[in-house]
């Protein structure tokens, strides 16, 4: 892995209040534990079950939401290829899963305002992992297990056990934006 | 293609399980290896790039190049849309089955074999139910002289091609109307298309062929100048702006945006100035073949 540990902060998924408080917009961070698996069907599905009044697959309380679609475990192999997919598509379902306790999300790209107020006014966190990076995401995960929604093959809802997984605060309680911190320092006149 | 070739107005067979095998190869490899110009260009970018972060990403994406070419995983789980281009010979007969169905064959047995993500829906705007097979390709037939049939894939994921933008311009907006759709399309884009990108533009047709220039245009090998001065000095004036957008990649920040700019152009209606934005990511997943 290119990113120095010396630069890193290590925390470990289930998330408390403490060690969200601690993250800022671009720190890089290193994490390990269990994270779910939910991207565009899934999230539909969870959010009507929440509308409908009905538990939801996984206790949300303090966990973490990737949004990814792996590829196929080839023989031999837990998992195929983990990266993440563009977060925005998640955005209008964002808001009621912090609600009901999801403490951070790892994804690509920005997130809506509303996201981002939310983000604060939950306490929670948004990461971001490398896009395009799937078979060296692929390293960090240790265990896969099938939680629901299984007829929705590459969209199903996953828990993964994962060692080491580098990602970056993209927003933090703060109101902290890296894509907005970042694109301030290099963008040159004429834009 | 020989001169001598050319001339030839023998019928030249062929099978079309060769079609169909030639597609299972390229969906493989397409997915698994990045080809060398991706590479170079990503190399160069890391090279340029100013932000520590951002060559470190662009470090991140040369060792997961490596690792999938390795461990034969694909580069991103999102193994896309196949997008397939025929560049068929007038004097090549299909023998053996239908040409459009060995293509389609191809991909369903090439990302089936190669545990490749299969990513599309039927009823796109209700049930999305999952094909399982990745199929249908989209094909792009165009008859060119000459006996042989040249075959380019190119994998399209969603997060680069969902930020397709399209506009007819006034003819009076001209070049430096071009050049502003342009570098709007990359900004509003952001970190969504996977940046630093591969930019695709079409400009002139009508509405369906100047998207499709843009989409044709990203085949060309990276950083290859459109052969035209003048749409050569488009592409270098729209890079320049592009990369002081200060996206960066994964839009994290810094001062490389986009690895490359490819136009193409042709004529237009009097009253027409069509121009279309097709992107691709960092992982640019395209390669060709020829029968």
């Not at chain 1, 790892?106 to 078979?135: L, P």
Request: with cysteine; glycine share 10%.
């Amino acid at each position: 892995m290119t990113i120095e540990k010396t630069e890193t902060i290590n925390i470990t998924s289930p998330l408390d209040i403490e060690t969200v408080e601690k993250l800022h917009a671009g720190d890089r961070v290193l994490l390990s534990g269990v994270i779910y698996v939910a991207r565009d069907a899934a999230h539909k599905r969870l959010v009507h079950a929440l509308d409908q009044g009905e538990e939801l697959p996984f206790d949300p309380k303090g966990q973490t939401l990737y949004y990814m679609g792996p590829s196929p475990a080839p023989p031999g192999r837990k998992i195929g290829s983990v990266g993440p997919t563009t977060s925005t598509r998640m955005d209008s379902y964002t808001p009621r899963l912090l609600a009901a306790g999801v403490r951070a999300m790892i994804g690509k790209g920005s997130r809506s305002a509303e996201v981002r107020e939310s983000i604060k006014e939950y306490k929670a966190v948004y990461f971001v992992a490398t896009g395009g990076a799937g078979a060296l995401l692929h390293r960090t995960i240790k265990n896969v297990e099938p939680v629901a929604y299984e007829d929705l093959g590459a969209e199903a809802v996953l828990r993964l056990l994962v060692e080491d997984f580098p990602l970056i605060v993209a927003n933090d309680i703060y109101g902290g934006d890296v894509f907005e911190q970042g694109r301030a320092e290099y963008r040159r006149g004429g834009n | 293609m020989s001169n001598e070739v050319v001339q030839q107005s023998k019928i030249r067979e062929i099978q079309a399980i060769q079609v169909t095998q030639a597609i299972i190869h390229l969906c493989q490899q397409a997915n698994f290896s990045l080809g060398k110009d991706v590479l170079a260009a990503i190399q160069k970018a890391q090279a340029e790039e100013k932000s520590p972060l951002g060559r470190d990403i662009l470090g991140q994406l040369l060792e997961n190049a490596a690792l999938a070419d390795r461990e034969q995983l694909p580069l991103c789980q999102d193994c896309g849309v196949t997008v397939v281009f025929l560049e068929i010979g007038q004097n090549v007969h299909i023998n053996g089955g239908d040409l459009h169905s060995a293509v389609q064959e191809g991909v369903r047995q090439g990302y089936a074999k190669t545990y490749l993500r299969k990513s599309m829906v039927a009823k796109p705007f209700s049930d999305r139910i999952n094909t399982t097979d990745n199929t249908p390709a989209i094909i792009h037939t165009e008859i060119v002289p000459g006996d042989r049939l040249k075959i380019t894939i190119m994998c399209k994921g969603a997060g680069s091609e969902n930020m397709s933008r399209f506009a007819i311009l006034k003819p009076s907006e001209g070049r430096q109307g071009v050049v502003d759709f342009v570098v709007k399309a990359v900004d509003e884009a952001g970190a969504n298309p996977c940046p630093p990108l591969v930019v695709g533009v079409g400009i002139g047709g009508t509405a369906e062929m100047a998207m499709l220039l843009a989409k044709k245009s990203l085949i060309r090998p990276v950083g290859s100048p459109n052969l035209d001065p003048e749409v050569a000095g488009l592409e270098q004036e729209i890079l320049e702006r592009v990369n002081a957008l200060g996206v960066g990649t994964q839009g994290l920040g810094g001062s490389i945006t986009a690895l490359a700019v490819h136009a193409e152009a042709m004529p237009a209606h009097i009253g027409s100035l069509p121009v279309a934005v097709n992107l691709q990511c960092h992982s640019h997943r395209h390669r060709e073949a020829i029968i």
